[in-house]
């Protein structure tokens, strides 16, 4: 799993460093050999950070558009969308109504960049409520790999807000632990589930199966 964290390339662009070859890359480490890739956001990230028409731009789940990306600074919570609610990213809880709530409970971020659209085969899982309901949080599968976009530079005050007022951090710490998992195809977050009753059955003995499927 790679994480540019509100990083811009463009300082490193010289002779010596070529850093756009690096960018080629990491698209073929995504989509031909199933890495992870995840870009979150910041003043220097997406547009700002230059990545509109780099082959970033091709595996990540937004599409970026210079001039049109802005920043917004508005204070606001993340909603999460219709796909967000039984997606294993944003499940903070197993119960749909409690996650639901964990969300609506989840401390204000600073702001986020405005990206202006979603890739067709993409997921907004999460979006920020400001004018055109930007995606926050975003999830594509690109060749054998996977990517997803963070839209802002706040996650952290999920943290820090939720120790101060004297309550827990377990939310912040379980996004991104689903974030991860998810990234690098861990397992235990694939969408079908096959569970049997029991390890060791006898001989016409009957099993019983039950299939979780989500999405």
């Known amino acids: 799993l790679v994480i540019f964290q509100n990083f811009d390339y463009r300082p490193y662009e010289t002779a010596f460093f070529r850093?756009?070859?690096?960018?080629?890359?990491?698209?073929?480490?995504?989509?031909?050999?199933?890495?992870?890739?995840?870009?979150?956001?910041?003043?220097?990230?997406?547009?700002?950070?230059?990545?509109?028409?780099?082959?970033?731009?091709?595996?990540?789940?937004?599409?970026?558009?210079?001039?049109?990306?802005?920043?917004?600074?508005?204070?606001?919570?993340?909603?999460?969308?219709?796909?967000?609610?039984?997606?294993?990213?944003?499940?903070?809880?197993?119960?749909?109504?409690?996650?639901?709530?964990?969300?609506?409970?989840?401390?204000?971020?600073?702001?986020?960049?405005?990206?202006?659209?979603?890739?067709?085969?993409s997921l907004s899982l999460a979006t920020y409520p400001t004018k055109g309901n930007p995606p926050l949080v975003s999830v594509r599968d690109t060749g054998r790999g996977r990517c997803m976009a963070i839209a802002t530079d706040s996650l952290w005050r999920w943290n820090f807000l939720s120790l101060g007022k004297g309550g827990s951090n377990r939310h912040y710490i379980k996004f991104w632990q689903n974030s991860i998992k998810w990234l690098i195809k861990d397992p235990t977050l694939n969408p079908i589930h096959v569970i049997v009753n029991k390890e060791t059955f006898l001989p016409n003995e009957e099993v019983l199966i039950r299939i979780d499927a989500v999405g």
């Open 19 to 121: 850093f756009s070859h690096y960018l080629k890359n990491l698209r073929r480490f995504v989509t031909e050999q199933g890495g992870g890739f995840m870009m979150i956001g910041g003043d220097i990230s997406f547009s700002q950070g230059g990545y509109d028409g780099t082959p970033l731009d091709e595996i990540l789940p937004v599409n970026l558009n210079t001039g049109k990306d802005t920043i917004d600074t508005t204070r606001l919570k993340a909603v999460l969308t219709h796909d967000g609610m039984k997606h294993p990213v944003t499940a903070l809880d197993a119960n749909t109504d409690r996650n639901d709530a964990i969300w609506k409970d989840l401390p204000e971020l600073d702001g986020c960049n405005v990206i202006t659209e979603i890739k067709p085969d």
